[in-house]
């Protein structure tokens, strides 16, 4: 039994009120359940009131007169499933800055239900479309966990995370790893804003083997390997802000 999480990363601004309340529409839809809270606190505790459900959006995107950067916590509490929003007004090109992020948990046991992966992937899905990622990918917890660093966060700047049981790359990424080589994977299937690839039916079926070789075929130097503590460099081996933006 394991937790699963979808991570979302992009440098696109996120401040469409009409996207989020599209992304929770079908979010209610995928995950059979309701949107109950949205709050700038964690836990969350506001409660979503239904006939002011329109206002979520202008809720996710407004920021305050001195915000750079918002916070957003929701919660589905009848499919037990919360996630974390943190966006930026004016995306930043220098290396100190962070990409726009959306973290989606699932709770223990989530993947192993009847229809459980299914609905995690679609949620994949539906976050790439509305949200145009650069970077995103889906697995257990544990998994992504195995790629903590020592000390400090990873700057997505100089390394990447890993290939996950599912894992997306924009365009820009699939020119930068070289299409012939990305599109060869037969993991691989293209769409007209990157490549996804998916390693097994569910998370708990695909080996760290897998995951691990993948990394090798595009090369291993792009993605964390927490015994390498050394600074790699901002858009050597993985590609920069700025770079994703030209």
Same mark, same amino acid.
Not at 104 to 119: H, L, M, Q, S, V
Not at 180 to 209: F, M, Q, R, W, Y
């Given at each position: 039994?394991?937790?699963?999480?979808?991570?979302?990363?992009?440098?696109?601004?996120?401040?469409?009120?009409?996207?989020?309340?599209?992304?929770?529409?079908?979010?209610?839809?995928?995950?059979?359940?309701?949107?109950?809270?949205?709050?700038?606190?964690?836990?969350?505790?506001?409660?979503?009131?239904? #006939? %002011?459900? =329109?206002?979520? &959006?202008?809720?996710?995107? $407004?920021?305050?007169?001195?915000?750079? @950067?918002?916070?957003?916590?929701?919660?589905?509490?009848?499919?037990?499933?919360?996630?974390?929003?943190?966006?930026?007004?004016?995306?930043?090109?220098?290396?100190?800055?962070?990409?726009?992020?959306?973290?989606?948990?699932?709770?223990?046991?989530?993947?192993?239900?009847?229809?459980?992966?299914?609905?995690?992937?679609?949620?994949?899905?539906?976050?790439?479309?509305?949200?145009?990622?650069?970077?995103?990918?889906?697995?257990?917890?544990?998994?992504?966990?195995?790629?903590?660093?020592?000390?400090?966060?990873?700057?997505?700047?100089?390394?990447?995370?890993?290939?996950?049981?599912?894992?997306?790359?924009?365009? #820009? %990424?699939? =020119?930068?790893? &070289?299409?012939?080589?990305? $599109?060869?994977?037969?993991?691989?299937? @293209?769409?007209?804003?990157?490549?996804?690839?998916?390693?097994?039916?569910?998370?708990?079926?695909?080996?760290?083997?897998?995951?691990?070789?993948?990394?090798?075929?595009?090369?291993?130097?792009?993605?964390?390997?927490?015994?390498?503590?050394?600074?790699?460099?901002?858009?050597?081996?993985?590609?920069?802000?700025?770079?994703?933006?030209?």
């Amino acid at each position: 039994m394991s937790e699963c999480w979808i991570d979302i990363m992009g440098i696109k601004p996120w401040i469409d009120p009409k996207i989020w309340i599209e992304f929770h529409s079908l979010s209610e839809e995928i995950l059979s359940a309701k949107l109950t809270n949205i709050d700038t606190n964690d836990p969350p505790k506001r409660k979503v009131q239904r #006939k %002011y459900f =329109d206002q979520i &959006g202008k809720f996710t995107t $407004e920021f305050g007169t001195k915000e750079e @950067s918002r916070w957003i916590f929701c919660r589905y509490r009848d499919a037990k499933v919360e996630m974390t929003i943190q966006h930026y007004k004016n995306p930043r090109l220098n290396g100190k800055d962070f990409p726009n992020s959306l973290t989606i948990y699932f709770p223990n046991g989530y993947c192993e239900t009847d229809g459980g992966a299914e609905r995690i992937e679609r949620m994949f899905q539906l976050s790439n479309r509305l949200l145009l990622p650069f970077y995103s990918f889906a697995d257990i917890r544990d998994v992504i966990a195995k790629k903590k660093k020592p000390y400090g966060a990873v700057n997505i700047q100089e390394e990447l995370v890993g290939i996950f049981w599912l894992t997306f790359f924009n365009n #820009k %990424y699939v =020119d930068f790893f &070289g299409r012939d080589k990305i $599109e060869g994977v037969s993991e691989v299937s @293209s769409d007209n804003n990157g490549v996804n690839i998916k390693l097994a039916k569910k998370p708990t079926d695909c080996s760290e083997k897998e995951r691990i070789e993948l990394e090798n075929i595009l090369g291993a130097e792009s993605f964390v390997d927490p015994k390498v503590t050394v600074s790699k460099g901002i858009g050597k081996v993985a590609l920069s802000f700025e770079q994703l933006q030209s």
